[in-house]
């Protein structure tokens, strides 16, 4: 998680898979831990203890470092500019940016949540950067069609949305059926 605000799409994100078989390492930025004090009311301790490894930020010897450590990919949420553009750019110097390239050059996919809003062209540009080199940008645009009730049911869908795009069943997304289904759903 780095510092961008949405801190609570990556701790919904660390709550599924905390019901899952799926091992979680998490690594805070520092700003992220400011962001998640301020926009929610979990506590670092109680984020920390959704996943099964902690890492420090600035611990880049971690096994996660290492392209020969085994993941089915990374997904950062939310994703700062800061750290989009460390990636793009190859500026690995904290264990998210350099656990996302060793994902990148290893082949495995790296979401990237990026929530930032409106962009000008130097964010283009990084985030043109990351997608060439393999990474996917993963804005948390909310599904209108779903007819989501909540902010909650808004954060639930797009953490679906991320696992589906990773490559994880879940049954956490209300699925499109089409506008003829829709419709008739609501009678029109």
Request: proline content about 4%; glycine content about 8%.
């Amino acid at each position: 998680m780095s510092g961008a605000s949405g801190a609570i799409l990556g701790i919904r994100l660390l709550e599924v898979l905390h019901s899952t078989e799926i091992e979680t390492h998490l690594i805070l930025s520092s700003a992220a831990r400011v962001t998640i004090t301020a926009e929610t009311k979990w506590s670092i301790g109680a984020v920390e203890r959704l996943a099964h490894v902690v890492h420090p930020i600035g611990d880049i010897g971690a096994n996660i470092a290492s392209g020969s450590f085994k993941t089915d990919g990374m997904i950062i949420v939310p994703c700062s500019v800061k750290m989009i553009s460390s990636i793009a750019y190859g500026i690995t110097d904290d264990l998210i940016a350099r656990s996302a390239d060793v994902c990148l050059k290893e082949g495995r996919p790296v979401i990237a949540v990026f929530r930032e809003a409106p962009l000008h062209v130097g964010h283009l540009r990084a985030l043109t950067q990351f997608a060439e080199i393999g990474g996917v940008v993963f804005p948390p645009v909310p599904a209108f069609y779903a007819d989501l009730q909540s902010v909650d049911d808004m954060v639930t869908q797009i953490v679906g949305r991320m696992l589906d795009r990773i490559g994880i069943e879940n049954d956490l997304v209300k699925r499109w059926e089409g506008l003829h289904a829709r419709r008739k759903a609501h009678n029109l």
